[in-house]
C-alpha cells in the first residue's frame, strides 16, 4: 500500500501522522511511504531522518493526496485538505466531526472512507487512540489552568498550590475519565484542593482508593456541578461522550456567577465543549474572557507539546496502520469490530451513528457497506 503523510496545517499544529520509526516499520513490510517535506519537522524529525527510515518526500500536500491509498495524520482534514481527498481513498485520523458539519459535507462528498481516531475501540473498553492525547491534554490542562490563574494573564493571581498560611487553588474537574484523572495527577502534584465530578460511581471509588483525603469525589448532577463551579478558582472540564457532541454542564448563568478571574480549561472542545460560553482557540491566541472568567479553549493542546503527542500517538495508532495497510481497509474493517467503531465516513454516507443523530444526518451502518465491498 502507499501511505501519505502530509504536513499539518492547522494553527501551530507540529505533530506529523507517523514519526520515522513508525514509516520503517512501514516499509520493512514492502509498503510505501510518501511524506510532504518538513512534515516531521516541529518534532525533531528532518526529511533526511524520513529518507533513512525507507520514505519518498514529496514536495507538497497535492503531491501527497493524489497519489496516496492511505492518508494519515493527526487533526481533521481542512477544507482544503478535504478537497484534495477522492473516492477510494483511506483517511486515518482525528475527525471529531459532530461539532464541525462543514468536515463531514466534505468528506461525504469525497466519497472516502474516513476513520476517526476519537471512535476506535479497544478490546478491553475505551478508546485506545483518544487514550494518550487525553492523557497530555488532562496533564497540560492543570499547567494552563495554573498559568491562566495568573494576573498577567487575567487570572485572580492565585498560585495553584498556595503557600503556608495561605490555601491553595480550588480546582474542579468535570470527569473522571482519561483526562480528568491525568488533571487530577497534576493537581494533586501541584498541591490544589481538588474536586473531581464524575457520574460512574466506579470510577469514583477508584479515585478515591487511590487519592484518599487529597481530593474530594462528587457524584455528577445540576446542584453539585453548580454548588461547585461557583466556588472553584479553576475548572477543568474533561466530559466525553464517544463521537457525539460534548453535553453542556456549564451554562451562560453559571459563568455570570463564577468570581472574577477565576478559570475555565475546556478540554471538550474538540467536540463542542462542555461550557455554553466555550468557542474554540488556537495556539496563538489561546483564551478570552466572558464576564470576568478567564477561558482556555485550545482545540489542538496536545500540538503544543508535539515530540510528546506524536511519539505517544504513534505507539496507539501504528498497529491499525499496519492492519490496513496489509489487509487493505475494507477487509481490516470487516475483521476488526474496534476499527469499525471507528468509521466515521464511507462511500458518501455518515457510517458512525452518534456523528449522524448530531449533524442531523443519515445514518449508514458500517454493515450496510461493507458485504457490498466484499462481494464486488
Known sequence: MRIGVPKEIKSNEKRVGLVADSVRELTARGHSVL?????????????????????????????????????????????????????????????????????????????????????????????????????????????????????????????????????????????????????????????????????????????????????KTVHSNAAAIERHVLAADAVIGTVLLPGAAAPKLITRDLVRGMEPGSVIVDVAVDQGGCAETTRATTHDEPTFVVDGVVHYCVANMPGGVARTSAFALNNATLPHVLAIAEKGVERALREDEHLRAGLNVCRGAITHEAVANDLDLPYVAPGELLPLAAAA
Open 35 to 215: 511524506v510532504e517535506t518538513g512534515a516531521g519537522d516541529g518534532i525533531g524529525q528532518a526529511d533526511a531522518i524520513y529518507r533513512e527510515a525507507g520514505a519518498e518526500i514529496a514536495p507538497d500536500a497535492a503531491a501527497v493526496f493524489e497519489a496516496a491509498d492511505m492518508i494519515v495524520k493527526v487533526k481533521e482534514p481542512q477544507p482544503q485538505e478535504c478537497a484534495m481527498l477522492h473516492p477510494g481513498q483511506t483517511l486515518f485520523t482525528y475527525l471529531h466531526l459532530a461539532p464541525d458539519p462543514v468536515q463531514a459535507k466534505g468528506l461525504v462528498k469525497s466519497a472516502c472512507t474516513a476513520i476517526a481516531y476519537e471512535t476506535v475501540t479497544g478490546a478491553k473498553g475505551g478508546l485506545p487512540l483518544l487514550a494518550p492525547m487525553s492523557e497530555v491534554a488532562g496533564r497540560m490542562a492543570t499547567q494552563v489552568a495554573a498559568h491562566c490563574l495568573e494576573n498577567a494573564h487575567g487570572g485572580a493571581g492565585i498560585l495553584m498550590g498556595g503557600v503556608p498560611g495561605v490555601e491553595p487553588a480550588k480546582v474542579v474537574i468535570l470527569g473522571g475519565g482519561v483526562a480528568g484523572s491525568n488533571a487530577l495527577t497534576i493537581a494533586v502534584g501541584m498541591g490544589a484542593d481538588v474536586t473531581v465530578i464524575e457520574r460512574d460511581t466506579e470510577r469514583l471509588r477508584a479515585l478515591d482508593a487511590r487519592y484518599g483525603t487529597r481530593i
